[in-house]
């Protein structure tokens, strides 16, 4: 839960990213900026005996891309996600509406804490291939949710006006008079 990535990860971290020679200014944002600036959203927990059908009812009421599956103490146990829906339900043509999210969920997933770097995050989704992220306290229960599209967000808002508006083809003529901040 964070620990485990920081162990491994933030001996070498600081060097890679924090450098202005590297990324400057979002090198140093993705060294230093922890994932409480994504502004996670608030999870939607359910237990493992909820059906399907009502994990996604409610995934689409609440326009999130997953649930998370907590036990009687409210710890996290399980995630179960859209790429779920397709892959272990529709793709096995699976009942919905009879089949528990203990039966399809993915059981004791990666978790992450709101102080964590934003850089963990990042590590998740590009090399384990993550696209959602469950967000836990201390006791491992659930208190916010962080998608790929929170992260995109954040990239772009480090980088300057001037290329996010740039239309496909175009290029920035003169990169040195670039705010990359």
Same mark, same amino acid.
């Given at each position: 839960?964070?620990? $485990?990535?920081?162990?491994?990860?933030?001996?070498?971290?600081?060097?890679?990213?924090?450098?202005? $020679?590297?990324?400057? $200014?979002?090198?140093?944002?993705?060294? %230093?900026?922890?994932?409480?600036?994504?502004?996670?959203?608030?999870?939607? /927990?359910?237990?493992?005996?909820?059906?399907?059908?009502?994990?996604?009812? %409610?995934?689409?009421?609440?326009?999130?891309?997953?649930?998370?599956?907590?036990?009687?103490?409210?710890?996290?146990?399980?995630?179960?996600?859209? #790429?779920?829906?397709?892959?272990?339900?529709?793709?096995?043509?699976?009942?919905?509406? #009879? %089949?528990?999210?203990?039966?399809?969920? %993915? #059981?004791?997933?990666?978790?992450?804490?709101?102080?964590?770097?934003? +850089?963990?995050?990042?590590? /998740?989704?590009?090399?384990?291939?993550?696209?959602?992220?469950?967000?836990?306290?201390?006791?491992?229960?659930?208190?916010?949710?962080?998608?790929?599209?929170?992260?995109?967000?954040?990239?772009?808002?480090?980088?300057?006006? +001037?290329?996010?508006?740039?239309?496909?083809?175009?290029?920035?003529?003169?990169?040195?008079?670039?705010? +990359?901040?």
């Amino acid at each position: 839960m964070g620990g $485990e990535f920081e162990d491994e990860y933030s001996a070498t971290i600081d060097d890679d990213l924090n450098g202005p $020679e590297v990324l400057g $200014e979002a090198g140093r944002a993705l060294a %230093t900026d922890i994932i409480a600036v994504l502004s996670p959203a608030e999870p939607i /927990c359910l237990s493992d005996t909820a059906t399907v059908h009502e994990a996604v009812q %409610t995934m689409l009421a609440r326009r999130q891309a997953g649930v998370l599956v907590t036990d009687g103490a409210g710890r996290l146990t399980g995630i179960f996600t859209e #790429r779920d829906v397709l892959t272990r339900v529709v793709g096995k043509d699976l009942d919905a509406r #009879r %089949t528990p999210l203990a039966a399809v969920m %993915t #059981r004791n997933p990666e978790a992450l804490t709101a102080r964590d770097r934003v +850089a963990y995050a990042v590590h /998740c989704m590009s090399v384990a291939g993550y696209r959602t992220i469950p967000l836990v306290d201390p006791e491992g229960r659930p208190i916010g949710i962080v998608t790929v599209s929170d992260v995109v967000r954040w990239l772009a808002n480090l980088f300057p006006e +001037a290329v996010l508006n740039l239309r496909p083809g175009d290029a920035i003529k003169r990169p040195q008079d670039v705010d +990359a901040g």
